[in-house]
């Protein structure tokens, strides 16, 4: 998967370290500026309220880790 060519809301399953999968929504993307790199702002509904009521579950993850972690997730 090409994390240039998800749109925003698009419905995403991750695969995470201990072979678990999350249904993630895809919130933005920040491109590489300046010598930081592109980061992917991801939220995650399982993460919502771990950090506080205001926290959404909205997460960054690299272009690196979404390309061979995420997938698109079909209905």
Request: positive net charge; contains cysteine.
């Amino acid at each position: 998967m090409r994390p240039t060519t998800l749109k925003p809301g698009d419905r995403l399953s991750i695969r995470m370290p201990l072979s678990s999968r999350e249904t993630a929504y895809f919130v933005k993307r920040r491109p590489a500026a300046g010598g930081r790199p592109a980061v992917n702002l991801l939220r995650f509904p399982a993460y919502a309220g771990l950090n506080g009521p205001d926290d959404d579950g909205t997460c960054g993850m690299s272009d690196y880790d979404l390309s061979r972690r995420g997938e698109i997730a079909h209905d």
